[in-house]
Structure formats: C-alpha cells, structure tokens
C-alpha cells in the first residue's frame, strides 16, 4: 500500500471498538503502468479479460494491452462503444456475456461507471481484479460496492474491491479538466457527509467513527488545497487528488457502509439519475451533481440554522403526513423507480408517530450540540460557490438540465432513498421545509 495515511488505521484496533481493516495494493506513481505485468504475476495470470470504453481505451487501453502483449500475457477484450455509458443490468450483461471464462484475471481501464461494471463481472466470476485508474474523477476506486441503476432505481450493490489500484500519473493528469470538476465535486460532498454522520450519530444512535471521520477530513483538505494546481494540469496535484479519492474509497470499507463519503447531496444526484433513466431528462455526470447537491445542501443547513425547533408544530406537521398521498407523489416524480422506495418503508418505519416522537425529544435536547457539529464541519456556501466556478461547475438546476421546477420535490424525496438519517429527515423531523 503506497497511501501512508491508511496504515494509521487498516489491521489495527480502534476506539470505536471496530478493526478496521483493507488488504487491497494501492499503487501510485509515474509510470507505474509499467508494473502490470509483475502486478498479474501475483495471481499467475498469463491471460486477461480487459474492459473499458472507448474513451478509457484511448486514454490508455491500447498501452496496458501493450505493455501486456510485450511481457506475453495475452489479452481478451471487451470494449464498449458508447461514449456516455450507463452502470446498468444492460452494461453488466455485456460485459459477463463477452467474457472468457479461461482468463485468469480482469482488468479494467477506465475510473466511475468501468469499475463500478468491472467489480460486478469479477464478484460473479471470482476472478482477481486489477483497475487501472485514467481520471481522478470518483471515490469508487477502492470500494467494495456498485453504484448502479436497476429496475430504474438508484441502488449500490455488493461487488468486490480490487485487489490492485494502479494510478499512474503520467495518465490521471492528462484527464479532461471535466474529470478533475467531477472528482473534485465527490470530494466536497464529505463535507455534508461527515456532519449528517455525526448528526444520525445523536439523533438515531447510528455507528460513528472519529478516526475514519478525520481521514476523510484530511483526504478531503488535500485535494481541495491542491484544486489550483489541477487546473494546470500538475502532476502533484492530480496525485493527491486520486490519493484523496482513494482515501474516500478506503473509509468506505473501514466504516462498513458509505456513510463516511455520502449524504444528501448524493440523493439528489441519484434521484436526477433515476429520472433520467425513467422520463429520458437530462442527467450530468455523478460528481458534477454532487458538488451541485453539495452547494444545495449547504445553503438548506444556512438556514437551519436560524430555525428553533418547535415541538407542538413538529408533531402536528407529522400527524396530518399521509404516507399514501406522498407515495403516489413520489410515483408521479420518479415513476416506476419510486415503487422500491415505497417499499422501503415497511422496513424503515421513519414514518411512524412514536419512533418520530422520541427522534423529536433527542433534536431537542440535543439541539445545540446539533447546530455546534454544522459549524464545525460546514464551510459556507459561498466558499463552494467560489471554487466551483473555477472549474465552470453549474451551480444551478437548469445549467443541468433537469429544471429548477423540481427542486423542492427532489429535496423531499431524498429522504425516502436509504435507510440513512439525512438533512431532508431532520427537516422532516423538525416539521421544517427550510425550501
């Protein structure tokens, strides 16, 4: 492992009485591409199944299949020829129906939606898995799971790690600038994710882990400290942002969930997604939406701030909610995707009067110390706005595509997406809308 802030932590007890523990290589480095060849050794692999996509496999597929040939490891490949690829049953189909079942391992060339395809296909095949990275664009690097759209809904499935991470510099830094925007935007959603983590911590009694809260903390001041030099194409810079990524990915697997590195923000991209699957509407890539979903929650907290909660208001707001009505709102905004949502429900129970009730007393008691964890993890909104504009990210709805006219119903629906206490649940809660 080549990230020296990981060993603080992987293999080792921790307060939250919890070993935390990731057995994956992560190599790092100029022209360390060059070590596939020895990295498939490993696994005796003389022969690979390779994915990627056409941008991926012109950005570097055509070098890792030499770089392989050259050391006579032959290659089976399969590459997809959209440019704008959906994580989908349809793309994992393809990628298990064209595989050779006498490769020894699979690669992947490519970062988001070929990793998130390439960890299903080696799960289901219990083939080793090597990612060879070509942008600093997601934190799925080092995760154990696949953010995938099925059924039309936004869900993250259970894959596998990889067992080697290979970021070469000389390619990551040559990313189309959107690449180093998107990543970026993932990086700055752990600001919302932290604090909604240590909020469920208070509210609903969810496991927390301070270590795993500052190594994202810090992976994430890392790459928002070296934002100016990736828009020069640094070589440093785009290092310490794939680092970063990879951290996230890592605190991912420590924590055991995805809590450390996702909050509201990523709700609002995943609900955008599953629109775009449903009605065809417009839909940007992840990162993007999420540092778009970032600014929009920080602005929500803004103002939460000023509110004081209210009991009498918050258990009337509750009592007069009818799950019905808004279970077929949510099946006019999300269509067929808004039926596994509904059905989360009846395992949730977040609807039900007396866990409300109780949730409410501890907002109450707890209120100050709710507001003290939004100072001390939030920057404001105006601080995002800034460094999003220098990487021309939207900051609106409409710059995007998918329409401000649906922002309030997004906000809403957010709540319904996992079993995870988020902003748009405490607003809930509170019997706020802060819209």
């Not at 490891?73 to 994992?92: A, C």
């Not at 699979?106 to 960890?119: E, F």
């Not at 077929?328 to 009730?357: C, N, P, T, W």
Request: contains cysteine; negative net charge.
């Amino acid at each position: 492992m080549s990230i020296p802030e990981l060993d603080r932590l992987n293999n080792k007890s921790c307060a939250c009485l919890k070993e935390h523990s990731f057995d994956s290589d992560v190599i790092v480095g100029e022209g360390v591409i060059n070590k596939l060849p020895e990295v498939l050794s490993r696994f005796s692999a003389k022969k690979v199944y390779l994915i990627a996509d056409v941008n991926t496999y012109d950005a570097a597929g055509e070098e890792v299949c030499k770089i392989l040939e050259d050391a006579e490891i032959s290659v089976h490949k399969y590459i997809f020829n959209q440019k704008h690829l959906h994580p989908d049953e349809t793309s994992v189909g393809l990628a298990i129906m064209n595989i050779d079942m006498s490769c020894d391992a699979i690669v992947a060339v490519g970062s988001g939606v070929i990793n998130d395809i390439s960890k299903i296909v080696a799960n289901v095949s219990s083939k080793p898995y090597i990612i060879v990275g070509t942008a600093p664009s997601m934190d799925g690097y080092a995760s154990a799971t696949s953010s995938m759209t099925r059924d039309g809904f936004k869900i993250s499935l259970d894959s596998k790690c990889a067992e080697v991470i290979i970021g070469d510099i000389n390619i990551i830094s040559k990313a189309p600038l959107k690449l180093f925007a998107t990543g970026l935007g993932d990086m700055l959603a752990k600001y919302v994710s932290i604090c909604e983590w240590r909020i469920a911590n208070i509210v609903v009694g969810e496991y927390y882990c301070e270590e795993i809260a500052d190594l994202v903390r810090k992976s994430l001041k890392k790459c928002v400290d070296n934002a100016d030099g990736l828009l020069k194409g640094d070589k440093k810079a785009a290092a310490a942002v794939f680092e970063g990524l990879v951290i996230s990915g890592v605190a991912m697997n420590f924590a055991g969930c995805s809590r450390p590195a996702s909050g509201i923000e990523h709700y609002f991209s995943h609900l955008w997604d599953m629109r775009s699957v449903e009605f065809g509407t417009p839909a940007e890539l992840h990162g993007i939406q999420c540092a778009l979903g970032t600014l929009f929650a920080l602005r929500s907290y803004e103002k939460l701030k000023s509110i004081k909660p209210d009991k009498e208001k918050a258990l009337k707001f509750v009592e007069n909610f009818s799950f019905e009505a808004w279970s077929e709102e949510l099946r006019k905004f999300l269509g067929k995707g808004a039926d596994s949502m509904i059905a989360l429900e009846e395992k949730q129970k977040k609807y039900d009067v007396e866990k409300h009730r109780k949730r409410l007393e501890i907002i109450i008691e707890n209120w100050d110390e709710i507001l003290k964890i939004i100072d001390e993890e939030l920057p404001s909104s105006e601080e995002i706005e800034n460094l999003m504009d220098k990487f021309s990210i939207p900051k609106t709805m409409d710059e995007i595509g998918v329409g401000e006219d649906i922002y309030e119903m997004t906000f809403l629906a957010t709540k319904d997406i996992r079993d995870k206490y988020i902003l748009s649940r405490l607003c809930w809660d509170l019997g706020e809308t802060i819209l």
